[in-house]
T-cell receptor, first 110, second 114 residues
Framework: GEDVEQSLFLSVREGDSSVINCTYT??????LYWYKQEPGAGLQLLTY?????DMKQDQRLTVLLNKKDKHLSLRIADTQTGDSAIYFC??????????FGKGTKLSVKP | ETGVTQTPRHLVMGMTNKKSLKCEQH?????MYWYKQSAKKPLELMFV???????ENNSVPSRFSPECPNSSHLFLHLHTLQPEDSALYLC?????????????FGSGTRLTVV
């Protein structure tokens, strides 16, 4: 079945860049998404990328898509303590529902 | 404040109780979803409603009963739950089943079954 995999934890120092990686199995996805979940809150859509693009930049966020390897990454430049959260990769999926990874917990140390 | 509102934010219930979770959106979306998020498992899709019709039930036990009276409201009725049902229950909505803007999530209801 369709699957999305992410590493569970990432720790960086404030001011460094963070790179969160994700792999997915459904090659028919039209869009891929990154969501952010802060403690005690729901998921917030951070950014998305259309499957015929290989890069998208939005301020401090850069999304890279390698469709051949089914690999998606999220780079956060100049990471701040406020970026500490769980980041979910999501695949549009062929069935119409979003398929979420388990989430990567990003810890930012001052 | 997100466009999807869930109440209550926290709920503690005994195994013999009956309670309901409520979700409301006024974004003009046509699809609504219930997800379960627990410490040990990723986001689990429970139910999908599209234009008020249930289109998906992911093998959810019958002690969870969804209701969608209109496109703006979604309920999850709970009865005779088990302690392992303790989790964060998230509601989401989308313009259609899959759209460029993905899903809009509520803040969730933290459910504890005692």
């Amino acid at each position: 079945g369709e699957d999305v995999e992410q590493s569970l934890f990432l720790s960086v120092r404030e001011g460094d860049s963070s790179v969160i990686n994700c792999t997915y199995t459904d090659s028919s996805s039209t869009y891929l998404y990154w969501y952010k979940q802060e403690p005690g809150a729901g998921l917030q859509l951070l950014t998305y990328i259309f499957s015929n693009m290989d890069m998208k930049q939005d301020q401090r966020l850069t999304v890279l898509l390698n469709k051949k390897d089914k690999h998606l990454s999220l780079r956060i430049a100049d990471t701040q303590t406020g970026d500490s959260a769980i980041y979910f990769c999501a695949d549009g999926g062929s069935q119409g529902n979003l398929i979420f990874g388990k989430g990567t917990k990003l810890s930012v140390k001052p | 404040e997100t466009g999807v509102t869930q109440t209550p934010r926290h709920l503690v219930m005994g195994m013999t109780n009956k309670k309901s979770l409520k979700c409301e959106q006024h974004l003009g979306h046509n699809a609504m979803y219930w997800y379960k998020q627990s410490a040990k498992k990723p986001l689990e899709l429970m139910f999908v409603y599209n234009f008020k019709e249930q289109t998906e039930n992911n093998s959810v036990p019958s002690r969870f009963s969804p209701e969608c009276p209109n496109s703006s409201h979604l309920f999850l009725h709970l009865h005779t739950l088990q302690p392992e049902d303790s989790a964060l229950y998230l509601c989401a909505s989308s313009q259609e089943r899959q759209g460029v803007y993905g899903y809009t999530f509520g803040s969730g209801t933290r459910l504890t079954v005692v």
